[in-house]
């Protein structure tokens, strides 16, 4: 019993629960993949409508992103990859922030950010897509 407290009555079952969640990992990695899979024909769409702005007025380009379809297309390539990269910084700040107070604060700051731009994005788009 090296290093273990030898008071200890608890069986290693009981010493090593509340060490982390054996259910969420594989939520994430499903989570994850699957807004991978998404992301790839959304980020084609994403680079077609960028492409097809390139060159245009203002007038133009108001035009064509309050069309319902571009719209859609971007809002919905906006939640993914929001979603995505809030689930990647997460796994990222878990695996190697060690301390609570700081893993605490990083995990705060990732929903934070992912939530402002996205709020910041869908308010710009909205605010296209209805003309206000």
């Known amino acids: 019993m090296s290093g273990e407290n030898r008071n200890d009555m608890r069986t290693p079952m009981g010493r090593v629960r509340g060490l982390g969640s054996a ?19 959304l980020t084609i769409a994403f680079v077609v409508i960028v492409a097809m702005l390139i060159g245009r007025n203002h007038a133009a380009v108001v ?9 859609i ?4 390539f906006l939640a993914a ?5 809030w689930l990647g910084m997460q796994e990222i700040i878990i695996d190697y922030v060690h301390a609570d107070g700081p893993k605490f604060a990083a995990l705060l700051g990732n929903t934070f950010f ?9 308010f710009a788009l909205l605010k296209i897509s209805f003309g206000v």
């Open 114 to 122: 992912c939530c402002i731009v996205g709020a910041i994005c869908l």
């Open 81 to 85: 990859s929001l979603y995505h990269m």
């Open 63 to 71: 035009q064509i992103l309050a069309s319902p379809a571009v719209s």
């Open 23 to 41: 259910r969420s990992g594989t939520t994430h990695f499903w989570h994850s993949r699957v807004t991978s899979v998404a992301l790839v024909p």
């Open 73 to 76: 297309l971007l809002i919905l």
